[in-house]
């Protein structure tokens, strides 16, 4: 007697659904251009700008990613004890110890004690993972092997933000917020996705957002003119106290460098591909119908990737039409 045993890696899981969340706030990027004094075609047409969503002052990357989860789930008609885990792709935290994720639970648990209970979400696992414009790739890589693990198992993957750049900078019309939550599930119903998976990891510093550092100097030297007496006192509780020199000050807004941050962009993708080509021991691009980029801006992935089609060519010459039909410059640049 013989049994068809099907081992949990070779059952499919992916995403089996997605729902957005946008702020109802947004500004016409044409308006800020002109405010500005930006060319707005640059914007338009060549980064593919339109509008800019802004949250409104009741909202922040946990309230979008809780709309985001709520609509999830009840298009789906999914019971909030079926999902076990949340997990969170962010760089936009606004507690130092509890995740993004916890802050969630806590609304939806609110959200639907109604028709459940105060404890809908006891059993679900909460976390967030932070690294800019990956962490919602970690956090959905993470919940694919929990799903392949127990393909019973139904998990929750947010990429929730809220981006903003210094007033007046060059990443001002770049900013935005939203979030969007994915259901993981095997056998999924939108996208498979397949192991193994191609990585590559430097730590680089052409966007960060470091704490920044003041002495109590220092502020007490520039507020106590605006003073009537001059005098100053910044022993605040919970937020300075005496015995403290310093303010340590969280601002959401980065530290950045465009060109390079470009840079390093195309570096690792080229190396990631290469470490992807190596494990499947073959050369995607020529197996390839469409490929997916993650898009700062539109074009962005059309500037970064024709390097690896072009050393691609050596393999596949049918490569080099598709690169020259990209950017016919491309050719004289090499």
């Not at 702020?23 to 060319?39: C, F, K, N, Q, T």
């Not at 005098?231 to 005496?242: D, E, R």
Request: proline share 5%.
């Amino acid at each position: 007697m013989k049994t068809n045993h099907v081992s949990n890696r070779e059952i499919p899981v992916g995403i089996d659904d997605l729902s957005l969340y946008v702020p109802e706030i947004y500004l016409p990027v044409a308006e800020l251009a002109a405010h500005r004094h930006l060319d707005y075609e640059k914007l338009n047409k060549g980064l593919g700008l339109e509008a800019m969503a802004v949250a409104d002052v009741h909202e922040d990357a946990s309230t979008m990613a809780a709309n985001a989860v709520k609509d999830l789930l009840e298009k789906n008609g999914i019971a909030p004890h079926s999902i076990g885990r949340i997990y969170v792709g962010s760089e936009s935290s606004s507690d130092g110890s509890k995740p993004i994720a916890s802050y969630v639970l806590g609304m939806l648990a609110d959200y639907y004690k109604k028709n459940y209970s105060a404890n809908a979400f006891l059993n679900t696992d909460a976390v967030d993972m932070t690294f800019a414009c990956i962490a919602g790739v970690d956090a959905l890589l993470n919940t694919l092997d929990w799903v392949r693990a127990d393909p019973t198992r139904t998990g929750i993957v947010v990429c929730t933000d809220n981006a903003k750049y210094e007033l007046g900078s060059s990443g001002e019309y770049t900013q935005g917020a939203g979030a969007i939550a994915l259901l993981i599930k095997s056998n999924p119903r939108l996208l498979a996705i397949d192991e193994p998976v191609g990585v590559a990891t430097v730590s680089e510093h052409d966007f960060f957002k470091p704490l920044r550092r003041v002495s109590r100097h220092r502020l007490a030297e520039a507020v106590k003119g605006n003073l009537p007496d001059g005098t100053v006192n910044f022993s605040i509780p919970g937020i300075l106290s005496p015995q403290e020199n310093y303010l340590e000050v969280h601002k959401i807004f980065p530290v950045f460098d465009g060109p390079y941050s470009n840079e390093c962009y195309a570096s690792r993708l080229k190396a990631a591909y290469t470490h992807f080509s190596r494990l499947k021991a073959s050369h995607c691009l020529h197996d390839w119908d469409r490929i997916v980029f993650h898009l700062p801006y539109a074009s962005h992935g059309r500037r970064i990737f024709p390097e690896i089609f072009y050393d691609e060519n050596s393999r596949h010459p049918g490569l080099k039409e598709q690169v020259l039909a990209i950017d016919p410059r491309f050719d004289e640049n090499r």
